[in-house]
């Protein structure tokens, strides 16, 4: 299966879910990243908590494309007194949700290690919340999804949290922005596409500036290497989403999505394509030096 390409919806916070899923097919995305603000939310005429669940899947349905996540904003980090449960129902209802509407995925977070905290007391709470909810994931088959946001952005205490968990439907979707702010030598995926690899089932493409204004950038023009990112995702074989994220809904000076999301998924498209092209070159090569170096047939010796 080769890479799909999604978009979040926080770039078209105005579209109905009829809009996003009508422009989504226009623009040539093969699916959709529905961002959920929760029930009460109105800041997304599209979030899906606001609109009944068989109808969302019936109108992606009729516009052949996927939803590819429900993403959320529920953490797994808080240590009040009744957090795990609230965090236990409220993950249920988003799964639940997810299934529903034919969401492959659900995307939670980790988030925050408050004033005072031991980084790592902080992860087991969170792996030790999450056992339960993978379980009913499980049996409704839609995968969980951590994002790497907020004081957990980087790939080693993922791969350290994720082993912990252990669980087939708990998996990450890595931001490469969030990433690159935390860490310069992530501005490649370098480090998570090597230590996690497998343990990443999609990935979320933006571009930004560091340290200028809010920073977001078309593709390929800030200081995440979009194009290198893609390489490596086909050096391991990933055949999984890549997301495209423009954060509209909180910053809406930014570009509409009429002209943002179109020119992003040309822009990744051209960059596969040279990957592609330049692959394909090298596997020519290849089979040329091995046919030279191939042992002879016995006919060849004799003629020789």
């Avoid at 995925?105 to 408050?114: C, D, E, I, P, T």
């Avoid at 023009?221 to 490596?232: F, R």
């Avoid at 509409?256 to 990957?275: C, S």
């Amino acid at each position: 299966m080769p890479i799909e390409f999604a978009f979040s919806t926080v770039a078209c916070p105005d579209w109905t879910i009829d809009q996003v899923a009508a422009n989504a097919k226009a623009y040539g995305y093969d699916s959709v990243e529905l961002r959920t603000l929760g029930e009460g939310g109105t800041k997304l005429a599209s979030d899906p908590a606001l609109s009944d669940t068989a109808k969302v899947r019936q109108v992606f349905a009729n516009a052949g494309v996927k939803v590819a996540c429900l993403s959320t904003s529920l953490a797994f980090h808080d240590r009040a007194t009744g957090a795990d449960k609230a965090a236990f129902f409220q993950a249920g209802k988003y799964l639940d949700m997810a299934a529903e509407m034919g969401a492959p995925a659900v995307r939670f977070f980790g988030l925050k290690v408050m004033p005072g905290e031991n980084r790592n007391v902080v992860l087991r709470r969170i792996a030790q919340r999450v056992a339960p909810i993978a379980e009913k994931a499980m049996e409704l088959g839609v995968e969980i999804l951590f994002e790497n946001a907020g004081s957990f952005c980087t790939a080693k205490e993922w791969w350290w949290l994720l082993n912990m968990i252990n669980h087939p439907m708990v998996g990450m979707l890595w931001n490469i922005a969030n990433a690159a702010g935390a860490d310069p030598f992530e501005r490649g995926g370098g480090m998570a596409v090597t230590m996690l690899n497998s343990k990443i089932r999609m990935f979320k493409i933006k571009d930004t500036k560091f340290g200028e204004g809010t920073g977001f950038v078309p593709l390929g023009e800030g200081d995440c290497d979009i194009p290198l990112l893609m390489k490596k995702l086909r050096g391991i074989g990933f055949e999984g989403t890549v997301s495209v994220e423009w954060d509209r809904v909180w910053l809406p000076a930014l570009a509409p999505a009429e002209e943002y999301l179109p020119d992003a998924l040309e822009r990744l498209k051209k960059w596969m394509a040279g990957i592609d092209e330049l692959m394909a070159a090298g596997r020519k090569d290849a089979e040329k030096i091995a046919g030279k170096k191939a042992p002879k047939s016995m006919a060849e010796m004799k003629a020789g």
